[in-house]
């Protein structure tokens, strides 16, 4: 009988272990691909291999210094970045308000909230369009971020409504009784708490700031010296041909600084959940 059991349960093993394989290399291919494109100089032939025969740096040398990617990355990481600062303090500010007082017109505030969201983006284009023509600032990066902050605002009040209401009030209360003032019980009480739901906005907020074309491309349509690496990628497709070794080199450029953010915002996750365990 044990015998038995031990030949099922390696066979389970075994059939596990090939699924997981399966689905790591479904995952994981992807992005082999397009990396080892980037560093082939044959990636526009259809003969390649799953290994390059050799390897450069043309691709990246063409992509960051002819094709004007490095300055496409830094407007795209200056837009990211005032966008999440600023999404993020708003968001907070604006939840804590809708969690912690009662207003007139607080439930249909958050009702329409909640229906902005249901609201398909492209929707969206033409009046934003109109409100930042309006404010004279098309072909500008500052109207480029008013707008994703826009999108940002409601999926991040929305969210960490709920962390703050979480919090509870005696928690508070109790700050104030020991002498905290409201700035000190908010960041020494209340923002570790958040925390958690603080970076899941910020990483929404840097996902839509990052890799967002509709948008970018409408109000940046005419200023190319301000394009973000979403517009920027499209001037490697051409009408009857690709340029694959320079679209997989400026793909792996657009990867890399996601991929850091992800590591800075998962170790800031979990210590924002373990600082909220021990300030409560």
């Not at 397009?34 to 740096?57: H, K, Q, V, Y």
């Not at 971020?145 to 960490?160: K, N, R």
């Not at 700050?175 to 019980?185: E, K, V």
């Not at 690709?242 to 080199?249: E, L, V, Y």
């Amino acid at each position: 009988m044990s015998r038995k059991i031990t030949a099922a349960r390696v066979r389970r093993n075994v059939i596990v272990g090939v699924l997981v394989a399966l689905l790591l290399i479904f995952t994981l291919f992807p992005a082999y691909w397009m990396i080892s494109s980037a560093f082939d100089p044959n990636a526009a032939s259809g003969a390649r291999g799953l290994i390059p025969a050799e390897f450069t740096l043309d691709h990246f040398i063409y992509v960051l210094n002819d094709g004007g990617f490095a300055v496409f990355l830094r407007n795209s990481l200056l837009v990211a970045v005032a966008v999440v600062l600023c999404s993020a303090v708003l968001s907070l500010l604006a939840s804590v308000a809708v969690a912690r007082f009662r207003f007139k017109f607080r439930t249909s505030m958050l009702l329409m909230i909640l229906i902005v969201q249901m609201v398909p983006m492209e929707a969206l284009v033409i009046p934003l369009f109109v409100q930042v023509r309006d404010l004279h600032l098309l072909n500008t990066l500052l109207g480029l971020i008013i707008v994703y902050v826009t999108i940002s605002l409601p999926f991040g009040i929305w969210m960490l409504r709920g962390f703050v209401a979480a919090v509870p009030v005696e928690l508070e209360e109790a700050a104030f009784l020991d002498g905290a003032s409201w700035w000190r019980m908010f960041r020494s009480v209340l923002l570790p708490l958040v925390m958690p739901g603080l970076v899941a906005t910020s990483v929404f907020s840097f996902i839509t700031a990052w890799n967002e074309f509709i948008f970018a491309m409408t109000m940046l349509g005419g200023a190319s010296e301000k394009y973000t690496v979403a517009i920027g990628l499209k001037q490697f497709f051409g009408e009857n041909s690709n340029d694959w070794g320079s679209i997989m080199a400026a793909s792996t450029l657009i990867t890399l600084p996601v991929m850091i953010f992800f590591i800075i915002v998962q170790g800031k996750l979990s210590s924002g959940l373990v600082a909220g365990a021990v300030k409560g």
